[in-house]
């Protein structure tokens, strides 16, 4: 393919859209003429009592809608609540959840009662001081040491 440049001075001008003769001299007269003749009434919107009504219903079913779609905002658990249940149920259920306990740890709410829990034994652990000293290694304390 030849790569030859193009120059616009090499293209040949052509005209061929012809208007009449004073087209556009005459234009705006003729544009005047026509409007003068086509003259329609414009409409003009006109608000009735019927109409504010009309408002005010729809704006009620829109309100009464929106009050019963809107979601209500749940409150915590009490306390009594929570008592009923077997504590083999709530581990379940924060099992199924995925909550860990250091989930859990992170509510202020709840730090409280894990700090109590580990100042108290737990009476269902069957292990005595020699125990945990077998399971604990000196490299566990390096860093206090």
Known sequence: MDNKKIRL??????N????????????????QA????????VLKPHWTA????????AAAAVAV???LSWPTRQESIGVETLSQLQTEDIVQYLEHENVSLQ???EVEKNRVLI???GNQPLPQLKF???DIIEQLSLEDFEDVI
Not at 16 to 31: G, K, N, S
Not at 34 to 41: E, G, P, S, V
Not at 50 to 57: F, I, K, P, T, V
């Open 9 to 14: 001075e090499d293209i040949p001008k052509i």
């Open 16 to 31: 061929h859209v012809q208007t009449p003769d004073q087209y556009f001299e005459d234009l705006p007269q003729r544009i």
């Open 65 to 67: 809608l929106m009050y």
């Open 115 to 117: 700090d109590s829990l």
């Open 128 to 130: 005595s001081n020699k």
């Open 50 to 57: 019927r109409h504010s009504w009309l408002s005010a219903g």
């Open 103 to 105: 989930d859990l740890s």
């Open 34 to 41: 026509r409007l003068q003749q086509n003259h329609t009434k």
